[in-house]
């Protein structure tokens, strides 16, 4: 079960910090991924973090946003700093075990978290 937090409203140029904690000892085997949807737009990957915290991001969010990972605490981070309007969406955590080629696709994940909002003004 995964349990996402820290949506909000920031200004343009602000930060947010969600969170994505999860439930059961193997966590720590599964790849965990950030997705937003805004109204009306397909769901799209953001980041993700391996078993072995390897990093993906999208283009999009490069340099500005950072996912990090505590395996002992089950939790995943998505840091977002110098936020834009074209970054306000519904944020989705999920977790699964796809192979480093689907890693930015949401259908290779099996466990989604319900969405945390993200609003940014201008």
């Known amino acids: 079960q995964l349990q996402a937090s820290g949506g909000g409203l920031v200004q343009a140029g602000g930060s947010l910090r969600l969170s994505c904690a999860a439930s059961?000892?193997?966590?720590?085997?599964?790849?965990v991924g950030w997705f937003r949807q805004a109204p009306g737009k397909e769901r799209e990957f953001v980041a993700a973090v391996g078993g072995n915290s390897g990093l993906y991001y999208a283009d999009s969010v490069k340099g500005r946003f950072t996912i990090s990972r505590d395996n002992a605490k089950n939790t995943v981070t998505l840091q977002m700093n110098s936020l834009k309007p074209e970054d306000t969406a519904a944020y989705y955590c999920a977790a699964g075990t796809p192979i480093i080629g689907t890693i930015r696709r949401a259908g290779a994940y099996n466990y989604w978290g319900q969405g945390t909002q993200v609003t940014v003004s201008s």
């Open positions: 059961g000892r193997t966590f720590r085997n599964y790849k």
